[in-house]
């Protein structure tokens, strides 16, 4: 037996940032945002079996199962002056996705149940990004 969950996201966050120093050559700031993912998920449930003839049967079931959902972030970061315009930006985002669920249908198969359901938790992604910024004031 194999079942393979596949997801693809798409996020979009609305972000406010408030410099914590004024502004210098060093300027760290926090950050929040919020905003939603769309969740693609596509599940492959296949069952391969022997039978007693020899003869191998393999059953195979997919759903696919899409959503928009709440998306967030917490950041933290710093930014460093080259110059009046060019700036380098270091910063921690912590991404919040909510949990995703894929429901198989599997009626009919033999199995001892009708349907089955994948899911994924609340995912948390870390990310450490460095950045260049143009100011064009």
């Known amino acids: 037996m194999t079942d393979r969950v596949n997801i693809n996201n798409a996020v979009i966050l609305a972000n406010v940032y408030w410099d914590i120093l004024p502004r210098g050559h060093f300027t760290p700031y926090l950050g929040a945002g919020l905003g939603f993912v769309y969740n693609d998920a ?3 449930y296949m069952d391969f ?3 007693t003839s020899g003869t191998s049967q393999t059953t195979i079931f ?3 199962e899409t959503g928009v959902s709440l998306a967030a972030a917490p950041m933290a970061g710093t ?3 080259i110059d009046q315009q060019w700036l380098i930006d270091v910063n921690y985002r912590a991404l919040y996705l909510s949990d995703v669920d894929v429901v198989t249908n599997v009626t ?3 199995l001892p149940f009708n349907s089955s359901r994948a899911s994924v938790g609340n995912v948390w992604e870390q990310q450490a990004r460095v ?3 143009y100011n064009i004031w």
């Open 42 to 44: 596509t599940r492959t």
């Open 49 to 51: 079996a022997v039978p």
């Open 62 to 64: 997919s759903s696919k």
């Open 79 to 81: 930014t460093f002056a």
């Open 108 to 110: 009919g198969s033999g």
């Open 131 to 133: 950045g260049l910024r």
